[in-house]
């Protein structure tokens, strides 16, 4: 298996050191994907802008959650989906929300699950998605907009699932508590 190096801003290339500077301020730790990530730092650079564009999107928090964790769990990535249900805490998501996400099973929320449903179409289809997913999203009252979100929504966690997918990131200690594991579920 590679090894990754897991970066401080003491030994982050030069272009990573602001971020993680800036990083480990906000959080008050530095995560353990920003140290991997900071080995290319436009990788990391280019995370933390789509993230900070994604979370100015029309989506609020809990539509950014099931973005988010619909997207970490069916990429089955065991770093997001415990990290993101530490977010979704921090921004007042229902824990009804959070779990069903989890869990891999229906959202009680029409609206919520027609997102859920979605992105799960976009990303099973790799961008292709049948029109009978179009009208339904369009029924529950999103509309072009929020299809071009889901995909920048998309973008970020491609950038995150994968690196921590290839550097088998470990948990951060702040989100062992929500440790999780895929169920085989598929909705």
């Known amino acids: 298996m590679t090894t990754f190096p897991r970066h401080t801003a003491e030994t982050a290339p030069e272009a990573a050191k602001e971020n993680l500077i800036a990083?480990?301020?906000?959080?008050?730790?530095l995560p353990g994907l920003y140290q991997v990530m900071a080995d290319a730092p436009q990788l990391l650079d280019t995370y933390l802008r789509t993230h900070e564009a994604f979370v100015s999107t029309s989506f609020d928090n809990t539509e950014l959650?099931?973005?988010w964790q619909s997207?970490?769990?069916?990429?089955?990535?065991h770093y997001c989906v415990p990290a993101h249900t530490g977010i979704a805490h921090s921004m007042n998501v229902d824990q009804g929300v959070i779990d069903a996400l989890r869990d891999e099973t229906p959202l009680v929320d029409p609206k919520l699950e027609a997102?859920?449903?979605?992105?799960?179409?976009?990303?099973?289809?790799r961008g292709y998605v049948a029109q009978a997913d179009y009208d339904a999203f369009y029924a529950a009252g999103?509309?072009?907009?929020q299809v071009l979100e889901i995909i920048l929504g998309l973008s970020q966690k491609i950038l995150?699932?994968?690196t921590n997918h290839v550097a088998q990131t470990a948990v951060d200690p702040a989100?062992?508590?929500?440790s999780w594991s895929k169920t085989d579920k598929a909705a």
């Open 71 to 77: 997207i970490n769990v069916e990429h089955d990535c």
């Open 23 to 29: 990083s480990e301020k906000a959080y008050g730790f």
């Open 142 to 145: 999103y509309g072009t907009q």
């Open 65 to 67: 959650t099931v973005v």
């Open 175 to 178: 989100f062992q508590q929500f």
């Open 160 to 162: 995150s699932n994968y």
């Open 115 to 125: 997102l859920r449903t979605f992105t799960l179409a976009l990303v099973r289809g």
